[in-house]
């Protein structure tokens, strides 16, 4: 995965397309912590493309569940995190990009379970 982090911090509704062939080339199911660190990276420093991002992870998630499983328990880790800390930013980010993951089903095609403790974690 020597070239998608660097791919993933340039995806925009125009080049998604050509973005997907040379993701689906790297062994995702191998470096499925740095594609989830760089979305994750990437959501952070450009949250105005949560959106994007969230539809590339739902594409990848057809394919391979096992990376959306991960993001979504990194993402809820981020927000427990930031909101024990008290850093605002951080804590709307992170439910902005879970509120995407929902809307674009990654939560849902993960399980109940897993969407049950985000809900938990968001009464907190």
Known sequence: MHGSPCDVLQVNAPNIKELLPELFQENLLRGRGLFCQAIMKAQLASPTFSPLYAALVSVVNTKFLELGELLLHRVIAQFKRAYKRNDKPITIAAAKFLAHLI????????????????????RC
């Open 103 to 122: 809307n674009q089903g990654v939560v849902h095609e993960v399980g109940l379970p897993t969407s049950s403790k985000c809900g938990g974690c968001l």
